[in-house]
């Protein structure tokens, strides 16, 4: 067994900040091998935000780079996503997953909300 839990979501400001954290625990440390926040936002497919391998290469899509990091404490085990500057168009459910590789998710948290508007 997997298990992914998300916080730190709410209402902010366009320009404000938070921060998202995982929390992950289970068999098999290679499930965690890469780990990745995505995001629905409402009427949207879901979109990969960032992701952070073993190695601890990170990738972002375009529109969250500069803004946003993803960071991973291997002694928490548990995976952030600091969002900075955020935007309206980042109004979305966000979910972290993890897998054995990045691209092959196979485990998936609740999701937490984030809801930016003035």
């Known amino acids: 067994q997997v298990y992914l839990m998300e916080s730190g979501g709410g209402s902010v400001q366009p320009g404000g900040s938070l921060r998202l954290s995982c929390e992950y625990s289970g068999h098999g440390y290679y499930s965690f091998y890469c780990m990745a926040w995505f995001r629905r936002a409402p009427g949207k497919e879901r979109e990969e935000v960032a992701t952070?391998?073993?190695?601890?290469?990170?990738t972002y899509t375009d529109s969250v780079k500069d803004r946003f990091t993803i960071s991973k404490d291997y002694a928490k085990n548990t995976v952030f996503l600091q969002m900075n500057n955020l935007k309206s168009t980042d109004t979305a459910m966000y979910y972290c997953?993890?897998?054995?590789?990045?691209?092959?998710?196979?485990?998936w948290g609740q999701g937490t909300q984030v809801a930016v508007s003035s």
């Open positions: 952070i391998n073993v190695q601890g290469i990170q």
């Open positions: 997953a993890a897998g054995p590789i990045c691209g092959d998710f196979r485990y």
